[in-house]
Structure formats: C-alpha cells, structure tokens
C-alpha cells in the first residue's frame, strides 16, 4: 500500500512494512526512535530495513532546510574560500577526454564541466583528480574514469527533475554529477565509513541539502520511494537484481554492470516498457564488485 504526498519539489510515498506504518515525513524524531526500537525487536531479522528507517529521519531533517531554492555549490568559482586552482584542468578534462570522445549531451558535459572532481578524492591525489583514469577512495573502492562516468550519464537519457536511484555512493562524485544535471538523487551505500564520510562532505562541506542519502544493501533497491525513473548501479554483479527491476517505472531506464565473473563485466543498460524489461548491451567495462544479497 502506497500513498503519495507532494512536498515542495519531492513526492514521497508513505508505505507500511510488516505492520509499522510510519511517515517518512515531518515525523519527530523521538518517535521514530521509539517505532525503530519496537521494530528491532519485534523484528531482529529485518536489520537492513532498520537501517532504512532509522535514515528515515535525514531525509525529513534534510528536506525542511531545501525550502529555500537549491543552487549549485559550485555556482562560484571558490569552495570553501579557496580558490579553484583546478578549473582550467577540469575544463581541458571535459573537452580532451568527453568532447573529443563523443559525449555530446550539453547537461552531462556542464554537469561535470561543474562539479570539482579532486575534492572527492584523497588530498595528495589533487593534482591526478582531472586525468584519464579511475582514482582510488577510502575502503578500497573507486571513481570511474570521468569519460565512464559521463558515458553512464549520457546513456541514463536522463530528463530535469526525474527520481533517480543510484547504488554504490562511494566518494559522491558519480551522485554530485547527477544532482547537478538536475536529477533527484536517491543513492544508496553499503560500506558505514564511505556513507558516513560521504554524506558529511556532500552536506555540510558542499551543501548538497537535497540528496537522500542511505545506508543499506543496494541490491535490495530502496523500495521506499520507489519506482525510480531511472536507476543506475556503480558496481558489478552476476546479474539485475529483481529488486531493482521491480523498483524501475514503467519507460524507466537501468544501467548496470553485468558479468559472470569477478572485476570484469558489460555494462548493460535495461529499458523497462510495459512491465518487461529488454537488455541491451553496451559493452565490456570493469567496476568494482557489487555485495550483497541479490549480487556477490
Ligand atoms: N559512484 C561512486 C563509485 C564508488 S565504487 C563514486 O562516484 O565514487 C562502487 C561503490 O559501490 C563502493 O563504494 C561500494 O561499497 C558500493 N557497493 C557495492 N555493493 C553495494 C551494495 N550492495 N549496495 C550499496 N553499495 C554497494
């Protein structure tokens, strides 16, 4: 059962899971603590899904502060006070490594024309941020190479203001490029350290206040405010997870990495017409293993 609300810019459903109906808005947070408490209890096997309530209360926290109009943190040339040394590297990066190579949608190539990539990355990896090539993060994970990160942009064929699911937020970047091609980020974590350090940077560092933000299994999607109009999975696995499928609206569109074997799949892009859902294949790519329930 689902019902939907309107809430500025947002439409959230108000859903029940196993007998708690709860209101993923404008409830206190007492009571959510106190519903979270009795779930737990009642429900020890469903752990996941106390994570997802329990981050029902950051949404709702950070929805009231998007009242006021969301604008780019990077509209001015400074962040935090420091002026951006790297402009000119990131400007070389869109027209060297995504012009040249094909990238032609003019959102995705301001969307990463905008978005300060070595911030994402460890500081003594700075001066590497704009280069042809995938940078390490925290946990033993990765950012694509900006030209797979714009491809993966460009083949979402994404609209303003559609819901988009993302699995795997890792550093932010992929989620930053996103929410600044004017999609609304839904993005979803499964290591604490990447989510908890992310979700810091991305709203009280560079005061994204509009992205939701969780920490569970993305394999399961985020049945929660479902169906996403497009959905798109930064890690590999052996097949589409049916919740992800299930999660996808109808004329929705998927990306995901796909392959029998471990750091070396194809990245398959899935349209969903009519409740069935037809693959096509975009290629071999390399990403980082997708863990959990319905991947390895
Ligand atoms: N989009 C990210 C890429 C990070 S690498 C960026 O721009 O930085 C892929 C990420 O997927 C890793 O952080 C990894 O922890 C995460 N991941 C792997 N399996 C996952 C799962 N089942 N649910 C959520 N995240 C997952």
Known sequence: ????????????????????????????????????????????????????????????????????????????????????????????????????RGINDENVLRAMAAVPRHLFVNEALYPTAYEDRPLPIACGQTISQPYTVALMCQMLMAEKGMKI????????????????????VFSVERIKELYTHTKEFLTAKLGYHD???FLSDGTLGLELFAPYDRIIVAAGGPAIPEALKNQLADNGIMLIPVGKEKMSQNLIRVFKLGGSCRKENLGATTFVDLIGKQGW
Do not use: C, W
């Open 1 to 100: 059962m689902s019902s939907r609300k309107s809430t500025g810019n947002l439409q959230i459903s108000s859903h029940k899971i196993k007998d708690l109906a709860y209101e993923p808005l404008g409830m206190p947070t007492e009571r959510v603590i106190r519903l979270n408490a009795q779930y737990t209890q009642n429900n020890p096997e469903y752990s996941d899904r106390k994570e997802i309530i329990r981050h029902l209360i950051t949404p709702a926290e950070l929805l009231i502060k998007t009242r006021k109009p969301a604008r780019s943190p990077f509209a001015k040339p400074e962040h935090h006070g420091q002026a951006d040394i790297y402009a000119y590297s990131r400007q070389r990066m869109v027209k060297e490594q995504l012009i040249a």
């Open 165 to 184: 699911l993302e699995i795997g937020t890792g550093s932010g970047y992929q989620a930053a490029v996103l929410r600044e091609m004017g999609l609304k």
């Open 211 to 213: 992205m939701q933000l």
